[in-house]
């Protein structure tokens, strides 16, 4: 019996044996290939030995001088580019919202088997339950961490088969908590192929298959919140983080997180510009009644004074009439 990651691990005969034969060639190149030693004798792309404490504390040499590359310089589908870009911000933004200090990224390599380039996947969407982002990471390397994604959100491209039959064997070995394959070029017509599937890990199992739907709307256990297949107003297909199952409030993108915040500085720029015309009319107001006021203190000043010289007046009349009493008195007499 051989085991063929294509062919299964039933596969017999020649052709299973050549099929075999022929990976093993290949897995045997590529490694001869990333542990080609460098004119100064150290495996190109390898960095130097380090030393890493083993579980007493104590320094040892790590011997893993095996290169594993962050590219690999293949292409894939306009749409899963599209998809998988927009999905991860809205991800991103999402827990952000949440105040949840864990990483998220797309297309970057898991490597799950130390020594062994070739065992790795690059998932369009994941989750990864380590703070961040205090550094940039070129790769993850299961057996550093542990950094098994928590979830998984794959697009599927061209090659649908790779996705809906190896993709959940690969993320059950590296050890990811939930996957969920979504499939952009189902139709209502569609037979073999399903919109939404979702893999769970069971407690101490692999990933099993818990739900698949051509529903629009999905539920991830590890985000606490919805996937909603959508039709945007250019006319391209997306994937929205939503609030509520139904869609009524959806993580906002770019351009509406752009446009909210524009109309958000606008109305505020606009409270202001009333606030400072309030203030303004306050202002002149005020001034309005200090005029006023001082205007009436003008008034009250001239009241007193002319009352002062009323005062003055009547007492001056009164000492020159009382002086005529005197004068009219002695010539009586």
């Known amino acids: 019996m051989f085991f063929h990651p294509f062919l299964g691990a039933d596969a017999r005969g020649p052709r299973a044996r050549s099929a075999y034969r022929y990976h093993a060639r290949r897995v045997a190149g590529e490694r001869e290939d990333f542990c080609r030693p460098a004119r100064g004798g150290r495996p190109l792309g390898s960095a130097p030995p380090c030393y890493a404490p083993d579980r007493m ?3 040892a040499l790590d011997h893993d001088i095996v290169r594993y590359p962050a590219e690999d310089h293949m292409g894939e589908h306009e749409l899963q580019t599209w998809l998988s870009t927009h999905l991860w911000r809205a991800v991103r933004r999402y827990l952000q919202l949440r105040k949840r200090d864990v990483r998220s990224g ?18 369009d969407v994941y989750v990864l339950d380590v703070p961040g982002p205090d550094e940039f990471v070129g790769v993850w390397k299961v057996w550093e961490g542990p950094f098994a994604p928590s979830l998984v959100i794959e697009i599927v491209g061209d090659d649908w088969h790779e996705d809906y039959d190896h993709a959940p064997v690969q993320y059950s070995t590296l050890g990811a908590k939930e996957l969920i394959i979504f499939d952009p070029w189902v139709t209502a017509k569609s037979r073999k192929r ?4 979702i893999y769970r890990r069971q407690k101490g199992g692999n990933l099993v298959l818990a739900h698949s739907t051509n529903d629009p709307t999905v539920y991830s256990e590890t985000l606490g919140c919805w996937l909603r297949r959508v039709v945007g107003e250019d006319g391209k297909p997306m994937v929205r983080v939503a609030f509520d199952e139904n869609g009524k409030a959806f993580v906002p993108t ?21 606030e400072a015309q ?7 107001r005020a001034e309005t009644e200090a005029q ?5 203190a003008q008034r009250a000043e001239t009241e007193a004074q002319r009352a002062a010289e009323a005062t003055r007046r009547a007492e001056a009349a009164e000492r020159e009439l009382a002086a005529l009493r005197t004068l009219l008195a002695k ?3």
């Open 194 to 197: 399903i919109r939404w599937q």
């Open 254 to 274: 770019d351009d509406e997180a752009v446009r909210d915040a524009t109309e958000r500085a606008e109305t505020e720029a606009q409270r202001a510009q009333i």
């Open 106 to 123: 797309h297309d970057q390599f898991f490597y799950w088997s130390k020594g062994d380039p070739t065992q790795r996947i690059a998932p």
């Open 278 to 284: 309030r203030a303004e009319t306050e202002a002149q």
């Open 331 to 333: 010539r009586h007499k």
């Open 292 to 296: 006023r006021a001082e205007t009436e």
């Open 57 to 59: 504390g104590n320094k």
